[in-house]
């Protein structure tokens, strides 16, 4: 790979992962300062220095789960201010696939309304980390797509840690809980919690309140681990940890997910409430998203830091470098 053909790009929402993308790389990477002018409207600027005229782009970016116009809005500006290289690929780190359909008369569905701006844009490949629903890439068609996963990274940390049963946050997690499972090994039942949300409620809601939350299985191990792929608000995670602690007595409980894009006060509060309760040990995350520091100075029971960050810039770079050489990408596919 050499480093006069190709430019790793980013703008505002995460440079402490890109630099480390760039150092393992070995090449310096361009900020495109994106702002906005007197009157509100976006701008950006590439510095005349940092040309990529007939180079291969890769523009790495989380779409960090917020309201319509950012962070997409700054993909769109970033793409545009990288007209003359030769090809540009995406690479999102993090990418929320939820639909947010409320079937509301006028609502439009977020993930296919922002797929379809992504696509206008015409990279040569998009390239998402753990997508919500791995299905939802078919909104990106005709556009050359891959999915690629972190959760391996999780699993190996939940097998250090000696994790011999697993637990799940609702129905629509058993799938992952079972592909967890196949690599642990576990031989333990899997817990399963049910929920039914508040629809009175919904309308009109980003957060829609839980009506009820219940929890099954047997309590047979003596280290829990919780495998989810996203902590938004940490209220789904926080009905669990009650029932497991509370109904099933369960020892020592630890969570993992890849992504962490927190609502902020809501999200720090169920968290300072599940650590100073004892209802969780430890809380694994990768670094796929910008964390705050408020986050990282949550403490247990035991006076130990409740979160931990597991940094995963060398497996994004890893599939830079497939990109940039023309290689096929499928060998860093696994489906879990």
């Excluded at 790389?25 to 590439?46: D, H, M, Q, V």
């Excluded at 940094?311 to 990109?323: M, T, Y």
């Amino acid at each position: 790979m050499e480093n006069n053909n190709f430019k790793l790009v980013s703008g505002r929402m995460h440079p402490d992962l890109i630099n480390k993308i760039a150092n393992y790389l070995n090449c310096e990477p361009l900020f495109i300062k994106t702002s906005t002018w007197g009157n509100g409207y976006p701008r950006a600027n590439r510095p005349d220095e940092n040309s990529v005229a007939g180079k291969k782009v890769i523009i790495v970016t989380p779409l960090i789960y917020r309201e319509i116009g950012s962070p997409v809005e700054e993909l769109e500006l970033m793409t545009d201010t990288c007209g003359s290289a030769k090809e540009i690929h995406f690479v999102f780190p993090w990418l929320c696939g939820k639909d947010d359909i409320e079937h509301t008369a006028g609502h439009i569905p977020n993930l296919p309304y922002l797929a379809r701006r992504i696509v206008r844009l015409e990279p040569k490949s998009i390239n998402v980390f753990d997508p919500h629903h791995s299905t939802h890439l078919g909104y990106y068609y005709p556009i050359r797509r891959r999915k690629f996963y972190l959760i391996p990274k999780l699993i190996e940390t939940a097998r250090q840690l000696g994790i011999d049963q697993i637990a799940c946050t609702d129905e629509g997690s058993l799938k992952r809980a079972y592909k967890v499972e196949e690599n642990l090994k576990t031989g333990n039942n899997i817990f399963v919690t049910q929920k039914a949300h508040d629809e009175k409620q919904s309308l009109g809601q980003q957060n829609v309140p839980l009506k009820d939350s219940k929890t099954f299985g047997n309590l047979v191990g003596k280290k829990i681990g919780i495998f989810d792929d996203m902590i938004l608000s940490f209220g789904t995670m926080l009905n669990t940890l009650k029932n497991l602690k509370e109904e099933f007595k369960a020892p020592e409980i630890y969570a993992f997910a890849v992504h962490f894009d927190p609502t902020k006060d809501t999200t720090l509060s169920n968290l300072t409430e599940v650590f100073s309760r004892g209802w969780l040990n430890k809380l694994y995350i990768t670094n796929t998203t910008p964390i705050e520091p408020e986050f990282l100075e949550i403490k247990n029971l035991n006076n130990e830091f409740g979160i931990e960050v597991i940094d995963v810039s060398e497996d994004i770079a890893k599939v830079i470098e497939d990109l940039v050489d023309d290689q096929s990408t499928s060998g860093k596919f696994h489906d879990l």
